[in-house]
């Protein structure tokens, strides 16, 4: 069987079919390159989310010393799991908690709730998880001259019941923290029908960093997904 005339006229010109080869490897390595994403995944909890494969995870332990866990019991045996991400070279919780994150940071968790405090879980509570959002909650900072919380703006509210159980809150507002630039935090916070668990997302950073990185955050923040077993 002859070969097509097209393949014996580069098949004679070598210098050809090695550039072809070339470019059709390039193709090849082009498309199975770096995955764009990483996948959190916490199977036992049916919660999920992708983060941009270029942010670095936090610490667990420093994370965990952060929000005040005991570094001698282990976070899933108190009830509580959480991962934290930084787009920041020197990835850090500060960038979560603390007055300023200058690139995205976002934080993620579900929490068992204790059976004598799941009377106290409300949409109102879901929205102070972290922050104080809720008018309630926001008069209570005002009151208190410690408060490290300035200049609040409310930029996105809605009630989100999405089925399986469950039914939560999205937020999305501005605040001062300790004295520094202004934040924009985009917060979900999920609970399930017998208030057993909550479920926590976050990401922060600075007005002018939100605004550079918006699509991306927003595509963490719609990747959140949480199934209440059955």
């Not at 109102?124 to 926001?138: E, I, K, N, T, Y």
């Not at 399986?164 to 507002?173: N, Q």
């Not at 976050?202 to 960093?209: E, H, K, L, M, P």
Request: proline letters at 7%; glycine letters at 10%.
């Amino acid at each position: 069987m002859s070969l097509p005339a097209a393949v014996r006229r580069r098949a004679g010109r070598p210098g050809v079919l090695v550039a072809a080869v070339a470019a059709a490897c390039v193709a090849l390595v082009a498309g199975c390159g770096a995955p764009q994403y990483t996948y959190v995944t916490n199977s036992d909890e049916n919660t999920y989310l992708k983060v941009p494969a270029d942010w670095h995870q936090i610490d667990e332990d420093v994370l965990g010393e952060a929000v005040g866990l005991d570094p001698q019991v282990p976070a899933k045996e108190g009830g509580l799991w959480l991962q934290a991400y930084d787009a920041a070279d020197q990835p850090s919780p500060s960038h979560l908690f603390g007055r300023h994150a200058a690139d995205p940071a976002v934080f993620v968790g579900v929490r068992q709730v204790p059976p004598s405090t799941r009377g106290q879980v409300s949409l109102d509570g879901l929205r102070d998880f972290f922050f104080p959002v809720s008018p309630a909650g926001r008069q209570r900072a005002a009151a208190d001259p410690t408060s490290a919380f300035a200049d609040f703006a409310l930029l996105a509210d809605e009630v989100l019941t999405p089925g399986d159980g469950l039914r939560g809150v999205h937020s999305v507002y501005r605040y001062r923290l300790g004295g520094g630039p202004t934040q924009v935090i985009n917060q979900t916070m999920y609970t399930n029908d017998d208030a057993s668990r909550v479920y926590m997302l976050f990401v922060r950073c600075s007005v002018t960093c939100y605004e550079q990185h918006k699509g991306e955050i927003e595509g963490v923040v719609s990747s959140f997904t949480v199934r209440e077993a059955r």
